[in-house]
């Protein structure tokens, strides 16, 4: 891995552990006795940090090294391939694509509705209590 690839995925690891822990880039530098531009450096990408202060991340964090310095899996949103498949095709369909934009907005309530309506649609597919 190129220093460059490696400062991009450093700066991705290290954004999602600040959100996580809901630290700011001041917060982190206070903590590790360094100046606001180094963490906002390793933060864009542009360097990365010395091991002693990778290893003071780790501490902070409760994560390891290979938590930071490594490309973590992005996680399976759907369980079902074919399911994944149609998402994607949605996705894909600049008509259809407002459906996962309107999802980003909506309220708790709206969101409700849509949970319920799918789950009354998984029960009338098993057959189990659906009315019409």
Not at 68 to 91: D, H, S
Not at 98 to 111: C, W
């Amino acid at each position: 891995m190129s220093e460059e690839e490696f400062n991009k995925v450093f700066a991705k690891r290290l954004n999602y552990y600040l959100q996580e822990y809901e630290m700011t880039q001041i917060d982190l530098a206070k903590k590790l006795g360094v100046g606001t531009t180094s963490v906002s450096n390793w933060c864009r990408g542009i360097k990365s940090p010395r091991m002693d202060k990778i290893d003071a991340m780790c501490r902070i964090f409760h994560c390891r090294r290979s938590d930071l310095m490594e490309e973590a899996p992005e996680p399976e949103y759907y369980t079902n391939p074919e399911t994944a498949k149609v998402a994607q095709e949605i996705f894909h369909n600049k008509e259809l694509r407002g459906l996962f934009d309107t999802a980003r907005d909506a309220s708790p309530e709206d969101l409700r509705t849509v949970q319920t309506l799918l789950e009354a649609l998984k029960k009338k597919e098993r057959g189990d209590g659906y009315a019409e």
